[in-house]
């Protein structure tokens, strides 16, 4: 048994949460051993989710020139790929899966045009690769739950996804919460450690 803490980045209006998680080792015998298992009990509430592209207008993402030096002819205001969990109505749906987060991330940026992950994204799914068929507890586009919820919004960290705690937003929208995140990107695609980069997150959280 190997015990790890989840990663605490900011979480906005209720401050920081950390959850201390139990990671099982996979077997390498291959016996189906789960990569790693969330031992924290579920919530009263079943957890839906629901994936929103949208684009904040007000700011600019792409350049007018592509790195081939044609005028790019694609939508140039900055995407924000919104993951929501929320407290859901119980559903005979079938829950997303490691994978079905993972396959998020193809499209984090261009919507609708999936980019083949290459470098360390290609390195990370290779090896998580053995996980991508576990089960998580949300389940797309599930009847929402009836009241009023608090939010949080949560900020992911250094040019991570906004699946990147799953399981903790998961865990949050079980007992109650409306969870929002968006991927912690710079003015361009990768985060910066400067005051503009700064500046991009603090926008994306304004903007949600």
């Not at 592509?66 to 109505?89: H, K, M, N, S, V």
């Amino acid at each position: 048994m190997l015990k790890s803490r989840i990663r605490c980045p900011l979480v906005v209006i209720l401050g920081s949460i950390c959850l201390e998680v139990i990671a099982t080792a996979s077997s390498v015998s291959g016996q189906g051993t789960p990569m790693f298992a969330l031992e924290a009990k579920q919530g009263p509430h079943a957890v839906g989710l629901k994936v929103v592209e949208q684009y904040d207008y007000s700011r600019i993402f792409q350049p007018l020139i592509d790195e081939l030096g044609q005028p790019y002819r694609g939508e140039r205001a900055r995407p924000l790929q919104t993951l929501i969990w929320y407290p859901a109505q119980k559903s005979a749906s079938s829950p997303v899966t490691v994978g079905g987060y993972i396959a998020l991330e193809a499209t984090q940026t261009s919507f609708g045009k999936p980019k083949h992950p290459t470098g360390i994204d290609e390195w990370f799914q290779a090896g998580t690769k053995s996980a991508f068929a576990m089960p998580m507890w949300a389940m797309r586009d599930a009847p929402l739950a009836s009241g009023h919820f608090p939010v949080v919004i949560y900020a992911p960290s250094f040019s991570s996804v906004p699946w990147e705690n799953a399981d903790l937003c998961e865990y949050l929208a079980s007992y109650g919460y409306v969870v929002i995140a968006s991927p912690g990107i710079g003015v361009t695609h990768q985060s910066t450690h400067d005051l503009a980069g700064v500046d991009a997150q603090a926008r994306d959280i304004l903007f949600l």
